[in-house]
């Protein structure tokens, strides 16, 4: 019975210490049953927005809808006024970067900080500067 028990505590531990250190997104949880891809179908709200760690006023609502085709809606509105642009959306293939293809065909990478259900934060960094977007989920 004691070395049933000691295998047991063994492989709790060892599992315990294989989960924790399998984190993909820097801010990330550690465990999910939805896939990359699942968790960030969602429609977007930017709540902040940085560039090189300083925060930029955000003067428009912006809302991001991503769909399970891989369809890409950006609506942008100030006050009454509202224009939308339309595109494509996918993961790389190591689900650790976000495509965004606009309907001019321009193509912007996103290093995924942190994806949870609710929760997406992406960085893009540039030779001068580094932007952090920070969204939640509706």
Same mark, same amino acid.
């Given at each position: 019975m004691? $070395?049933?028990?000691? =295998?047991? !505590? !063994?492989? $709790?531990?060892?599992?315990?210490? =294989?989960?924790?250190?399998?984190n993909k997104y820097e801010e990330g949880s550690n465990f999910s049953l939805l896939t990359a891809?699942?968790?960030m179908v969602n429609t977007w709200t930017i709540e902040s927005y940085t560039i090189n760690n !300083?925060?930029?006023?955000?003067?428009?609502?912006?809302v991001y809808k991503l769909d399970k085709e891989g369809k890409a809606t950006l609506t942008v509105s100030l006050g009454v006024l509202q224009v939308?642009?339309?595109?494509?959306w996918a993961?790389?293939?190591?689900?650790?970067?976000? $495509?965004? $293809?606009?309907?001019?065909?321009t193509i912007s990478n996103y290093e995924i900080v942190q994806l949870k259900n609710k929760d997406l934060?992406?960085?893009?960094?540039?030779?001068n500067y580094v932007e952090v977007w920070t969204l939640t989920g509706i």
């Open positions: 004691k $070395i049933l028990f000691k =295998l047991l !505590v !063994v492989a $709790i531990l060892g599992s315990t210490l =294989l989960v924790t250190s399998c891809h699942a968790r !300083v925060s930029q006023p955000l003067n428009t609502t912006n939308s642009d339309y595109g494509t993961l790389s293939s190591d689900k650790k970067q976000l $495509i965004l $293809i606009d309907s001019a065909g934060k992406v960085r893009k960094t540039a030779a």
